[in-house]
C-alpha cells in the first residue's frame, strides 16, 4: 500500500487549520463594518492574516481606514524578506514569479525552507501555498456570512475571537528569547497606549519591542573571542 505524501498531507492539514482562524477573520470583519464582499476581496488581495486581523481590529475599534493601512503594512513587510529568501525557488518569467510571489506567507516559506532540494522546496511552496489559500479564502467567506446572521458578536461574547485568533497565529513564532522579549515589550507597549492613543498607533508602537530583542538575541549569540572561552 503506498504511503500518504507527507509533504502533501501536511500542506493540507495547515491550510485546514489556518482557514478555521478565517472563520473567525470573516465573522469579526463584518462585525467592523465590512461587507462580505469587502471581506473576501482582502483574503483574495491582501492574503496574510496578521495583517487583516490588524485592519479590522483598527476597523472595529472605531479607526480609520488611513489609520489601520500603517500597521497592516507593517506586519505585511516581513512578507517582503521572505520573498528575498525564496526568490531561487521560484520559478519561470516575471509573471509567473508574480502569482507564486502572491503565496509568500508563514507557512509556504517555512514548508520550503525545511525541504532539502530546490524541486522539493518549490513543491512543498506550491502545496501550501494554494492549500493556505483556498482554505483562507473559504473560511473568511464562511464566516462573513455567518457574521451576517449573528449580527453583533458583542452579544455573544465573540468579539474575543480576534485576541484568541490572533495570538494562536502569533504563539508558534515565540521560539526563543529575543522573539518572547520582543513580543512582551511590545505587548506592553500597545496595552499602556490602548487608553490614550487613536486607534492603530498602539499597533505601531509596538515594534519598539524589537530593541529589547535585538539586544537578547545579541547577548545569547556565540562570541569568538577567545577571552570569552571557559
Do not use: K
Not at 24 to 53: H, K, N
Not at 154 to 163: C, E, I, K, S, V
Amino acid at each position: 500500500m503506498r504511503r500518504p505524501d507527507p509533504v502533501l498531507r501536511a500542506a493540507l492539514a495547515i491550510g485546514l487549520a489556518t482557514g478555521a482562524y478565517a472563520v473567525s477573520y470573516g465573522v469579526l470583519a463584518v462585525a467592523a463594518g465590512l461587507s462580505v464582499a469587502q471581506t473576501c476581496a482582502m483574503s483574495a488581495l491582501v492574503f496574510t492574516g496578521a495583517s487583516q486581523f490588524a485592519v479590522i481590529g483598527v476597523l472595529g475599534a472605531g479607526g480609520s481606514a488611513a489609520a489601520a493601512l500603517a500597521p497592516a503594512l507593517l506586519l505585511a513587510a516581513r512578507n517582503g524578506l521572505y520573498g528575498l529568501a525564496l526568490a531561487p525557488v521560484l520559478r519561470g518569467g516575471r509573471l509567473r514569479r508574480g502569482v507564486e510571489a502572491q503565496l509568500v506567507i508563514d507557512e509556504s516559506t517555512a514548508m520550503a525552507r525545511a525541504q532539502a532540494d530546490p524541486h522539493g522546496a518549490h513543491r512543498a511552496f506550491l502545496l501550501t501555498g494554494l492549500s493556505v489559500f483556498v482554505c483562507w479564502n473559504a473560511g473568511s467567506l464562511a464566516g462573513a456570512l455567518a457574521g451576517e446572521g449573528i449580527g453583533d458578536p458583542r452579544a455573544l461574547g465573540l468579539d474575543a475571537m480576534f485576541p484568541a485568533a490572533f495570538l494562536a497565529l502569533l504563539w508558534p513564532q515565540l521560539r526563543d528569547r529575543a522573539t518572547r522579549t520582543a513580543a512582551g515589550v511590545g505587548a506592553a507597549v500597545a496595552v499602556a497606549l490602548v487608553p490614550v492613543a487613536p486607534a492603530g498607533l498602539p499597533i505601531l508602537a509596538a515594534v519598539l519591542g524589537v530593541l529589547p530583542g535585538l539586544r537578547a538575541l545579541r547577548a545569547a549569540a556565540p562570541t569568538d573571542d577567545p577571552a570569552d572561552a571557559p
